[in-house]
Nanobody
Framework: QVQLEESGGGLVQAGDSLRLSCAVS????????MAWFRQARYKDREFVAG???????DYSGPVKGRFTISRDNAKNTLYLQMNNLKPEDTAVYYC?????????????????WGQGTQVTVSS
């Protein structure tokens, strides 16, 4: 069983930085592919960034160059460093995991989800 718990969300101003964390309860964390998704009000949940067990990464266009995904396998923790935040980054951010070696940008390909953490960016 895999359990995920996000933290680190909050209210910030445009241009600020924020780091999200996702604590993962799993015996095989290092083999999981992990991702961050986000869902803004009245919009579909969308892929933000992903990282494989071998540290390959992928980013969506709107966050590339501003966000960095990373993982600490010794701590069973996933991170999302978000810099130069914009109001359009406002959303609930979800951590997701799947027991396959490759990253997917499709939400249906992730089997495990956290409850989400709210990020609000004011202009």
């Amino acid at each position: 069983q895999v359990q995920l718990e996000e933290s680190g969300g909050g209210l910030v101003q445009a241009g600020d930085s924020l780091r999200l964390s996702c604590a993962v309860s799993a015996r095989t964390f290092s083999t999981l592919s992990m991702a961050w998704f986000r869902q803004a009000r009245y919009k579909d949940r969308e892929f933000v960034a992903g990282i494989s067990g071998t540290q390959s990464t992928d980013y969506s266009g709107p966050v590339k160059g501003r966000f960095t995904i990373s993982r600490d396998n010794a701590k069973n923790t996933l991170y999302l460093q978000m810099n130069n935040l914009k109001p359009e980054d406002t959303a609930v951010y979800y951590c997701a995991a799947r027991s396959l070696p490759t990253i997917s940008t499709e939400r249906n390909m992730y089997f495990y989800w956290g409850q989400g953490t709210q990020v609000t960016v004011s202009s």
